[in-house]
Antibody, heavy 123, light 113 residues
Framework: QVTLRESGPALVKPTQTLTLTCTFSGFSLNNDGVCVSWIRQSPGKAPEWLARIDWDDDKYYTTSLETRLTISKDTSKNQVVLIMTNLDPVDTGTYYC???????????????WGQGILVTVSS | DIVMTQSPDSLAVSLGERATINCKSSQSVLNRSNNKNFLAWYQQKPRQPPKLVIY???TRQSGVPDRFSGSGSATDFTLTISSLQAEDVAVYYCQQYHSPPWTFGQGTKVEIK
């Protein structure tokens, strides 16, 4: 059974750094093709894909935020961490992590999602 | 970046009637190595994460009712709900996973008329 759970602070002050952790089970980031993505969703808006880390440690970021984002993994703990710097109130939203796969034959999108964590940026 | 544009932004359909949502990508999302379109559709209900409904543009995810179908290729795609049920009320998003950064459409809200 695949599960993912996001954790981190619910409230962050402007200019601070946000660290979010995705703890997962039911799959391994050591397996070829497996990846984990972070996605955020501002209230009433569409999801916005933020970053992805692959089994081989390749990393990808959304263009508009790539200077502020860092994604990393700890396969021994089954965790993926997203760090976002210099937060602003517009970064308020629900942050999700989701499993993906980038092998051509098994790439089907984001098939399992966590329930998300609401992060509010406010002084 | 590949831009995904959905239409309409919202639609109201009577129970049992057909709902059709369109999605257009600014570049082809066809993967030449396996001739699959790397295009997914998600359903999102209030206070829930998006749920994968369709992948490879036309393949239903396990457990998804067969009233959901996807079609299209390259840059133009459609999600069809053949006979709308009350539980299908949601916002639907298309997403390309062909090239990072992966991108979503702006969403289409489906309601009951």
């Amino acid at each position: 059974q695949v599960t993912l759970r996001e954790s981190g602070p619910a409230l962050v002050k402007p200019t601070q750094t946000l660290t979010l952790t995705c703890t997962f089970s039911g799959f391994s980031l050591n397996n070829d093709g497996v990846c984990v993505s972070w996605i955020r969703q501002s209230p009433g808006k569409a999801p916005e894909w933020l970053a992805r880390i692959d089994w081989d440690d390749d990393k990808y970021y959304t263009t508009s935020l790539e200077t502020r984002l860092t994604i990393s993994k700890d396969t021994s703990k089954n965790q993926v961490v997203l760090i976002m710097t210099n937060l602003d109130p517009v970064d308020t939203g629900t942050y999700y992590c989701a499993r993906c796969n980038v092998e051509v034959s098994t790439a089907i999108g984001l098939d399992y999602w966590g329930q998300g964590i609401l992060v509010t940026v406010s002084s | 970046d590949i831009v995904m544009t959905q239409s309409p932004d919202s639609l109201a359909v009577s129970l049992g009637e057909r709902a059709t949502i369109n999605c257009k990508s600014s570049q082809s999302v066809l993967n030449r190595s396996n001739n699959k379109n790397f295009l997914a559709w998600y359903q999102q209900k209030p206070r829930q994460p998006p749920k994968l409904v369709i992948y490879w543009a036309s393949t239903r995810q396990s457990g998804v009712p067969d009233r959901f179908s996807g079609s299209g290729s390259a840059t133009d795609f459609t999600l069809t709900i053949s006979s709308l049920q009350a539980e299908d009320v949601a916002v639907y998003y298309c997403q390309q996973y062909h090239s990072p950064p992966w991108t979503f459409g702006q969403g289409t809200k489906v309601e009951i008329k």
